[in-house]
């Protein structure tokens, strides 16, 4: 039966599989938490804790993967037997009461933990890996003879000369024609105010290639489209990089793959800017970018934090919020999408929603995609400040229209790094 890739014992898999001869050069360890009462297991706040704690004990280059067991398996470059001591004196305070936490000896937490040294017990390790996917092939639920209540798309793949034809657009291109610009604004509980804090100018990918390839779902392949976009982000560099552009004088945001960042065309860009500049930038990277590849991330963000950078995360739903983990990725501000299902959320998940927006700091919020006043508002009762999308643009179009520019201008905020400007490339 097939594991589902989203299952921690299927991640745990590939990870392991990503290190591949580098594994040997890792250390490992195995929190039982599998054998908590019941009560436990379900008492999620515990957990989050647990999350938050592995971060704080061990740092950033942990990778943390809590199995359907309830087990949770450690991987990192290094896991000192200090550290994990600490870790597992705090994972018995944050489960007391429990009864299986009662029999550890807190001088001696064998029945708590186990720890690997890879270059000798990979064997070891593995067999514990090996068990655990197992099990949950075992559970997974079998296949059903009924027929498949999917359409059947055409997709034969992409031949060369399809793919050179996707290209074309992405290289041919003026960038300064296609480009696009949408303002976020500070907007007052009023509803009749709103102060431009930045201006984001983006090229469309789903624009770009609809009207050069209107017949390829890029989207729908996620190998292709970071493909593409790598190329867009070449093309992006290299167009800022040759206009000396005056973006930079105030802050600005490029939304970038994490894959962008390792390429000549990136070292030229930071090579070039002036180094006064790289304090006014800040790089917008998606969620399912930064999960996909922690270890590059990591990387990414620790050496141009080093040289004044800064980080958004873009685009993210409310059910992904979640896995934000602000002290693990070490973010400066957050998209957060208004989709139309968050307007229609219960009252206990919206509870929850808000609660994680304040935790994170509701002050760095942008709400993206507003189509409409209500969901403004929407925004403004979950304390977002800052809003983007149709309705503001038709707002500022009216402003506009009125002559109220110079007003307008007086009233936005003055300090070029409280929130930036952004341009996109999605």
């Known amino acids: 039966m097939a594991i589902p890739v989203s299952a921690p014992e299927f991640l745990l898999v590939t990870h392991m599989q990503n290190l591949g001869k580098r594994a040997i050069r890792q250390y490992a360890a195995v929190l039982s938490l599998s054998r908590t009462d019941p009560a436990t297991k379900n008492n999620t706040q515990k957990w989050t804790q647990l999350r938050a704690t592995i971060s704080e004990v061990l740092g950033d280059a942990t990778a943390a993967f809590f199995l359907s067991n309830h087990d949770v398996v450690l991987i990192a470059p290094n896991i000192p037997t200090s550290l994990l001591g600490q870790l597992l004196a705090k994972t018995s305070l944050i489960f007391g ?13 064998h029945n708590l933990c186990s720890r690997f040294e890879l270059a000798k017990d990979i064997n070891t390790f593995n067999q514990y890996v090996a068990k655990h996917y197992n099990r949950m092939r075992q559970q997974s639920p079998p296949s059903s003879d009924t027929p498949l209540s999917l359409p059947i798309e055409d997709n034969d793949g992409i031949s060369l000369k399809t793919l050179s034809d996707l290209e074309r ?8 024609s296609i480009t696009q610009r949408q ?16 201006s984001e100018t983006f090229v469309s990918m789903g624009q770009l290639m609809s009207s050069s390839m209107p017949n390829n779902k890029i989207f729908n392949e996620r190998w292709l489209f970071l493909h ?24 600005v945001s490029i939304n970038l793959n994490i894959s962008s960042f390792f390429s000549s065309s990136f070292h030229n860009f930071d090579r070039i800017l002036n180094p006064i500049n790289r304090e006014t930038i800040m790089f917008e990277l998606q969620l399912v970018d930064i999960i996909a590849d922690m270890e590059k991330f990591f990387q990414v963000r620790d050496a141009l934090h080093e040289r004044g950078y800064r980080f958004c995360i873009d685009s993210v739903p ?20 208004a989709s139309g299902k968050l307007r229609s ?7 929850k ?28 009762k979950m304390h977002i400040e800052l809003f983007q999308g149709h309705y503001i643009d038709n707002f500022r179009k009216k402003v506009m229209q009125k002559g109220e520019q110079k007003k307008e201008k007086e009233q936005a905020p003055q300090n070029r790094n409280l929130h930036p400007r952004a341009i996109r490339t999605r």
């Open 318 to 337: 409310y059910t992904q919020l979640e896995y934000v983990d602000d002290t693990l990725f070490g973010l400066d501000m957050i998209k957060l999408n």
């Open 228 to 251: 593409l976009t790598s190329l867009l982000d070449t093309r992006v560099l290299a167009f800022l990089r040759s206009h000396d552009d005056p973006r930079f004088r105030s802050a």
């Open 345 to 351: 959320l219960d009252r206990s998940t919206l509870i």
């Open 183 to 198: 303002d976020i604004c500070l907007v007052d509980d009023d509803m009749k105010t709103m102060s431009v804090v930045m």
């Open 97 to 109: 009461g429990d009864s299986f936490m009662s029999t550890i000896d807190r001088n001696n937490y």
């Open 353 to 380: 929603t808000v609660r994680r927006i304040n935790e994170l700091g509701a002050e760095r919020f942008i709400f993206s995609r507003c189509d409409d006043s209500d969901t403004v508002l929407f925004g403004k």
């Open 169 to 176: 657009p992405l290289t041919s291109n003026d960038l300064s």
